[in-house]
């Protein structure tokens, strides 16, 4: 009785073509894996863009099919040239379902079931001339370890997260052409070691309850033009020491006017009040940021690049 080999054994059944040429056996290879975790409707940022993977070939009858496979079959490099002008695709696929695909239309898809890694030790130059889409499940780092991080964008950048924090080392610079907006809930600056200076055309400030103003050591409000105060209720002025008024000319009116204890009139003892002026802000001078370009927010300036519809078969089919 002739002896029966291992590679007999393990081969019975199996057609003598490689399921991407005949067709026949296709669940032997990684095409059932590719085609139930092919990623679909994936979200994007724009709550009217998602997009979807491209088709992963399956095993199909073609006799203008090339394919370099492992012993056992698991691993292939398929390359077919169907069509008149031999278009064709090119796969390499792994028996994970790891795969690189570069399909009809010259389309090309890498899509790891495993970890993906992608280094080099010289420059890394990445350019679309569409759009970039990137969805990631866990946590997204970027870290430059040498120069400056540099980003610059024509339309309009938007950014919506749970919470923000930025750290600056040095300074923190916001420059805006037109205006700074900002909301919140609370809202708290600290200027720890130096001053904290603002300049405007106008300086409105509101409370909708209390304000409180307090400093620690001399406090002065200062004008080139009248200073007006003025209350629906009672206006309160207290002072521990001295309380020091000066006018080219004082006038008080009240229904009724009170001054208690001892009134002293025209003895030269009111003096100068000694209040020093009020110190100018000082800000940083900044140069003029460019000007305004398209928006994307409008539609206007949208890229026009749409992806190709691709050429090869959905994977319920195993025939050309």
């Not at 590679?7 to 669940?27: A, I, K, W």
């Not at 790891?112 to 866990?138: C, K, M, P």
Request: include cysteine; charge should be negative.
């Amino acid at each position: 009785m002739p002896k029966i080999s291992k590679d007999h054994v393990e081969n019975f059944g199996r057609p003598p073509l490689s399921p991407y040429m005949c067709g026949e056996q296709p669940t032997s290879t990684s095409a059932p894996i590719q085609g139930a975790a092919k990623a679909e409707e994936v979200a994007t940022p724009n709550s009217d863009l998602t997009w979807n993977e491209p088709d992963i070939t399956v095993p199909q009858r073609s006799m203008n099919t090339v394919v370099f496979q492992s012993k056992r079959g698991g691993n292939s490099v398929v390359v077919n040239d169907e069509g008149a002008d031999g278009d064709g695709y090119i796969l390499i696929t792994h028996h994970s379902g790891s795969v690189v695909q570069i399909d009809q239309d010259g389309t090309i898809l890498i899509k790891s079931f495993g970890d993906t890694y992608n280094t080099t030790e010289g420059l890394h130059y990445q350019r679309s001339a569409g759009d970039t889409n990137q969805s990631v499940g866990g946590e997204w780092n970027v870290m430059v370890e040498g120069g400056s991080g540099n980003v610059s964008i024509n339309g309009d950048l938007n950014i919506e997260c749970e919470n923000f924090a930025l750290t600056a080392r040095g300074k923190a610079t916001f420059n805006s052409g037109e205006g700074i907006e900002m909301k919140g809930a609370k809202f708290s600056m600290e200027a720890h070691t130096d001053n904290l200076d603002l300049i405007a055309k106008n300086v409105k400030i509101g409370a909708s309850e209390t304000f409180s103003v307090l400093s620690k050591g001399d406090m002065s409000l200062g004008t080139e033009s009248n200073m007006n105060l003025k209350g629906n209720g009672e206006i309160r002025v207290d002072a521990s020491g001295e309380l020091k008024m000066k006018g080219s000319n004082a006038r008080i009116r009240g229904d009724v006017v009170y001054i208690d204890d001892v009134v002293r009139l025209a003895e030269g003892g009111a003096g100068a009040t000694g209040i020093d002026d009020a110190v100018a802000p000082v800000v940083s001078t900044l140069p003029s940021p460019p000007g305004r370009r398209l928006s994307t927010n409008s539609g206007v300036g949208v890229t026009k690049v749409r992806p190709k519809a691709g050429g090869i078969s959905g994977r319920e089919i195993d025939d050309v």
